[in-house]
């Protein structure tokens, strides 16, 4: 978007903290607000059990509760929509914003963090926002952990380019 004085957002969830990484990179880089999805009810799971806890989540549909938002996306111009990758998809929390907020007539920019298989997440995002212009697209691998400044620089790069 070429305007100097539109308005941008960066709305993610993090569980572990990898999509957080990328989303406040964005944000500096395009002096975007940010806003972190809370869901009213988070699991504190460890190890193992919370790939059965997140898992079902998603292959039972839920949608969580989130807590109040600060900002209102509505007022935004441009706005990033970031999400960890469970059980092949966005999670629950991103489903709940999909669902309640309308994102027609924004441009939308879609990221995702995953493990290795990012699989249809994105598209299936997209697939949520049919009356929005979808600006671009990007994932990333466990940023946290692997290749993180090469992650920071593609995800700054990627929001300024949109
Ligand atoms: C419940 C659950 C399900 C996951 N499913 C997938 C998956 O289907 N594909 C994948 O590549 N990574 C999967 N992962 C790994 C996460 O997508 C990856 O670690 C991501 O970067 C975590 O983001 P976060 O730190 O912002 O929560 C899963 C992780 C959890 C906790």
């Known amino acids: 978007m070429e305007e100097k004085n539109i308005k941008?957002?960066?709305i993610y969830y993090s569980f572990e903290g990898n999509t957080k990484l990328v989303a406040e990179a964005m944000?500096?880089?395009i002096g975007a607000d940010l806003l972190q999805l809370r869901p009213k009810k988070e699991l504190k799971s460890t190890g193992f059990s919370k790939y059965l806890w997140g898992g079902s989540q998603v292959v039972m549909k839920k949608?969580?509760?989130?807590l109040p938002f600060e900002v209102?996306?509505?007022d935004?111009?441009?706005?990033?929509?970031?999400?960890?990758v469970w059980?092949?998809?966005y999670t629950p929390p991103i489903a709940t914003l999909l669902s309640t907020?309308?994102?027609s007539g924004k441009t939308i920019g879609l990221f995702s963090t995953h493990g290795g298989q990012n699989a249809k997440t994105l598209i299936n995002m997209r697939n949520q926002?049919?009356?929005s212009n979808i600006a671009g697209e990007i994932d990333f691998f466990e940023p946290l952990t692997k290749d993180t400044g090469n992650a920071i620089k593609r995800a700054k790069e990627w929001a300024s380019s949109l």
């Open 129 to 131: 926002l049919k009356n």
């Open 87 to 89: 059980a092949w998809t």
């Open 27 to 29: 944000a500096e880089a």
């Open 72 to 74: 209102n996306p509505r």
């Open 101 to 103: 907020v309308d994102f």
């Open 76 to 84: 935004y111009d441009l706005i990033l929509i970031g999400t960890p």
């Open 63 to 66: 949608k969580p509760e989130l």
């Open 8 to 10: 941008k957002l960066v």
